[in-house]
């Protein structure tokens, strides 16, 4: 969903809140360690 569709679904939220919600979601997954799996 882009930016304005969250807003019009969560008309409660702000351009912020949901930037925030990005930014956080995305150093979650970069803090995050995922195993490797070697093919063959």
Request: aromatic residues 8%; proline residues 8%; glycine residues 2%.
């Amino acid at each position: 969903m882009s930016e304005p569709e969250i807003i019009a679904a969560y008309p409660d939220l702000e351009a912020e809140d949901v930037r925030e919600a990005i930014r956080y979601a995305a150093e979650a997954v970069r803090e995050r360690e995922l195993p490797f799996a070697a093919s063959g």
